[in-house]
């Protein structure tokens, strides 16, 4: 029971932090597009791809965080130029037909679904290997053990009593 309360606790209290970054978000969201509308256009065009992460969740640790702020790094490049090249509407959409600034944009997202969704079976893939070379070799090992201590070797194994685990 005790158990269970903690993990109520837990949860509510993510949900509470959730719910004030969320506050934040809109109130500095509001303020951006009330006070630098070509910039807040820029950046809503931009975070595409974790707005996308946000609504599918799939409950992966850091996921929806990694998503974010790989995202953040590929738009904030591309916020300085509009910032270099004059904050008009007009820059924005020059900006926003871009090709390559949508490729800056939506590369820091494409690097951020690499490392949360590729890398882990890529792990996944050189652990399997190695354990599939160090079950080869204990299996040579023991075909060189029942070749020196003869087919009674395996026999006297079998009826060994198991360690309890």
């Given at each position: 029971m005790a158990k269970?309360?903690?993990?109520?606790?837990?949860?509510?209290?993510?949900?509470?932090?959730?719910?004030?970054?969320?506050?934040?978000?809109?109130?500095?969201s509001g303020l951006g597009i009330v006070f630098i509308p070509p910039t807040m256009i820029v950046i809503f065009a931009?975070?595409?791809?974790?707005?996308?992460a946000i609504?599918?969740?799939?409950e992966r640790t850091g996921g929806i965080a990694t998503m974010i702020s790989f995202n953040l790094a590929g738009v904030i490049p591309v916020v300085g130029i509009l910032w270099e090249?004059?904050?008009?509407?007009?820059e924005a959409l020059k900006i926003l037909?871009?090709?390559y600034m949508w490729l800056a944009m939506f590369g820091g997202a494409g690097l951020a679904v690499f490392l949360?969704?590729?890398?882990p079976v890529v792990?996944?893939?050189?652990?399997?290997?190695?354990a599939k070379a160090n079950i080869a070799k204990l299996q040579k090992r023991r075909a060189k053990l029942i070749e020196e201590w003869g087919g009674q070797f395996v026999a006297d194994m079998r009826d060994i009593p198991k360690a309890p685990q």
């Amino acid at each position: 029971m005790a158990k269970d309360t903690k993990k109520a606790a837990a949860k509510t209290e993510s949900k509470v932090g959730q719910n004030i970054a969320i506050f934040w978000l809109l109130i500095l969201s509001g303020l951006g597009i009330v006070f630098i509308p070509p910039t807040m256009i820029v950046i809503f065009a931009g975070m595409i791809p974790s707005l996308v992460a946000i609504l599918l969740n799939t409950e992966r640790t850091g996921g929806i965080a990694t998503m974010i702020s790989f995202n953040l790094a590929g738009v904030i490049p591309v916020v300085g130029i509009l910032w270099e090249r004059g904050q008009t509407f007009s820059e924005a959409l020059k900006i926003l037909s871009d090709v390559y600034m949508w490729l800056a944009m939506f590369g820091g997202a494409g690097l951020a679904v690499f490392l949360t969704w590729a890398v882990p079976v890529v792990v996944f893939s050189a652990y399997e290997l190695q354990a599939k070379a160090n079950i080869a070799k204990l299996q040579k090992r023991r075909a060189k053990l029942i070749e020196e201590w003869g087919g009674q070797f395996v026999a006297d194994m079998r009826d060994i009593p198991k360690a309890p685990q």
